[in-house]
């Protein structure tokens, strides 16, 4: 039932009360690194939130919640484990596979990371992945205008941002 209509709290908002920063806390000394920790923690409320009924219904619901961001957070360290060897694999082979950065790019890729998210996947798709507008919005699932209004705004941020008017070459979109 809602909380809304019944007055009685939502069980997992006040699981969520009750147990996130104990949850947070201990899942920051299974991984290491607190912004990993509140994620796997948030992506188990997230779990239970999916599973509401069967939640409400479990006799330990904090411990289910840690069972389950302790799970996450061991698929996450087997997956950057095996990436971060697969790099090396590729780059102990020899330097011709390392992607030449040039400092515009760095810089470029800096000043990306200032805008937000939604115009900062539009420029990386359209300019960093040559892809064209139209594939664009479908893969962000966005109009077409959308996605044209993004690159206009965000090509506006970063050539504030980076102070150079012909960081793309000329007009797109």
């Excluded at 920051?28 to 188990?44: I, K, N, S």
Aim: aromatic fraction near 6%; charge should be positive.
């Amino acid at each position: 039932m809602d909380s809304d209509t019944s007055g009685a709290q939502d069980p997992i908002q006040l699981c969520f009360d009750a147990s996130y920063r104990r949850l947070v806390g201990q899942l920051y000394g299974v991984c290491g690194d607190l912004t990993e920790a509140e994620e796997v923690v948030a992506e188990a409320f997230a779990r239970a939130v999916s599973r509401r009924r069967s939640f409400e219904r479990m006799d330990n619901p904090e411990a289910w919640l840690r069972t389950v961001a302790v799970n996450l957070a061991r698929t996450r360290y087997r997956r950057r484990q095996l990436g971060e060897r697969l790099l090396r694999r590729t780059y102990s082979a020899g330097d011709e596979h390392r992607p030449a950065l040039s400092d515009d790019r760095i810089a470029l890729v800096a000043a990306l990371r200032s805008l937000p998210a939604a115009q900062r996947e539009t420029l990386a798709l359209h300019y960093l992945a040559d892809m064209p507008i139209a594939d664009v919005a479908a893969t962000l699932g966005v109009p077409l205008g959308t996605v044209k209004a993004r690159l206009s705004r965000g090509r506006a941020a970063l050539t504030a941002a980076l102070g150079d008017s012909d960081i793309f070459g000329g007009s797109h979109a």
